[in-house]
């Protein structure tokens, strides 16, 4: 009879289609988020106008979704490691897409605010799912840059909406951007179909279905029904929601919370309000929605050049050394600058700030054990929604205040030297994950 460890077959497998689909499909995911991060700084500008809204109440309708995600990433985490990843995952998709879609036809910014809220906590929820997804499949050797490449997917989803918004937004108007919201439901049957649910759920619920999936991460492993198959079990099978604060995690687990807090401020604070703050500055806003893709696409190379880095070195350091440059690069934007070097900082600021919510991302899931990592990974992010709330609504308080293009960027390069502060509090736990081996015994 063998005995086979779980993990120790994900991680030592080797790439094949089983992987490629469930990166690309999770990337897919991804993507939509990112198309939610910008598509409201998108729109902000017109919606100001039909709807006469002040800087602080457009902030604040900028947070409804935040304040969704902080629900759904606090709640629905929970939820899944007890009912599966997968069937979440599908709920909160289709919650997204029809609640989006819905927010074309808000008639005032009370209905837009609840339509926002609902898609918010569906998006909230998905993101440390899918990370969590990636952690648990991906072979342990490149795991990090595979995690990132798929976050990535964030960044592509930003730049599809600054560049649609710049093209559709001046002749269809803002509604149609909405509209587009239904996109993501044809993706729907295809992740019913070919994303596997959580390993380690099936391990614990399904041991049929997770031997076919163990097979297809390895299938020189020739499984037998004798196989028994050995899985990271939670300490002392204690509620794993509590289990993220003992045996010294409490402290790493806020830690990672005030991480989430200072990165997504910077994250959502630019995604909503860069076309308005340089528009104010006296930029077309034309121009202004282009420097949203600018941002995406140094999000995109910045969490490609993050995972590999952090493959290879360490990820605690590379992610301080991320969350350096988009303080420095943050400040620089409010200085006058020449066309190249404004986008360079542009691209620059967004390497490293959606580069770092990448890498906070793989961190955290590298931080908790395989039982908890959904719990542990949801419940950092929900509290760091508290930062990303407070940037739609910091970004209003500045434009209100006047204080000027470059208190402006300076104010929000603050949270990047806090997030610093914060990683270097953050320790491993005392209680190690227990070393399981692959044991042949001759029977």
């Known amino acids: ?6 993990q120790e077959v994900v991680d030592k497998a080797h790439l094949n289609p089983f992987h490629w689909t469930i990166l690309w499909l999770c990337t897919l995911i991804i993507i939509v988020d990112g198309y939610d991060l910008i598509v409201y700084g998108v729109v902000l500008p017109l919606l100001m106008q039909e709807w006469s809204l002040t800087p602080p109440q457009a902030g604040f309708l900028g947070s409804m979704a935040l304040f969704g995600m902080m629900f759904g990433a606090l709640t629905l985490g929970v939820v899944a490691d007890r009912i599966g990843r997968k069937k979440v995952i599908l709920l909160c998709l289709i919650s997204f897409s029809v609640f989006t879609f819905l927010c074309a036809f808000a008639r005032n910014p009370t209905e837009f605010g609840i339509y926002r809220f609902i898609a918010g906590a569906g998006l909230g929820a998905m993101f440390p799912m899918i990370v969590a997804v990636m952690t648990e499949y991906m072979p342990k050797a490149i795991r990090t840059t ?3 490449l798929t976050v990535s997917g964030y960044a592509m989803g930003g730049m599809l909406a600054a560049g649609l918004g710049a093209w559709l ?8 951007m909405f509209y587009l919201g239904l996109v993501p439901l044809l993706i729907v049957p295809i992740v019913m179909i070919a994303l596997p649910e959580s390993l380690e759920f099936l391990v614990r619920k399904d041991e049929k279905a997770a031997r076919q999936v163990i097979q297809k991460l390895s299938p020189e492993l020739k499984l037998t029904e004798s196989d028994e198959l050995v899985r990271p079990a939670a300490a002392g099978g204690k509620a ?3 289990e993220i604060f003992r045996e010294g995690r409490a402290l790493g687990t806020i830690m990672l919370g005030v991480c989430f807090g200072m990165c997504l401020l910077m994250v959502y604070g630019l995604g909503n309000w860069l076309p308005k703050l340089m528009n104010s500055a006296g930029y077309p806003l034309q121009s202004s929605m282009l420097f949203l893709m600018v941002l995406n696409i140094g999000g995109i190379a910045g969490g490609l050049l993050g995972g590999y880095l952090s493959d290879r070195y360490n990820v605690r350091k590379v992610l301080m050394v991320f969350y350096f440059f988009a303080a420095l690069s943050l400040a620089l934007l409010g200085f006058k600058t020449p066309a190249p070097v404004l986008y360079t900082i542009l691209f620059v600021c967004g390497a490293t700030t959606i580069g770092s919510q990448i890498l906070q991302y793989a961190y955290s899931a590298q931080h908790f054990e395989f039982s ?8 950092a992010s929900s509290l760091g929604r508290i930062g990303a709330i407070l940037g739609p609504m910091l970004g209003g308080a500045l434009l209100a205040a006047n204080l000027g293009h470059q ?18 509090l953050v320790r491993q736990p005392k209680a190690k994950e227990q070393e399981l081996k692959t044991v042949v015994v001759n029977s």
């Open 146 to 148: 595979l995690v990132a």
């Open 240 to 242: 794993p929601f509590l």
């Open 372 to 379: 908890m990592r959904s719990t542990g990974v949801g419940f």
């Open 1 to 6: 009879m063998r005995k086979i460890s779980v």
């Open 407 to 424: 208190t402006n960027f300076l104010i929000f390069a603050i949270p990047g030297i806090i997030a610093i502060f914060a990683v270097i």
């Open 169 to 176: 937004v001046p002749t269809y108007g803002w509604k149609l």
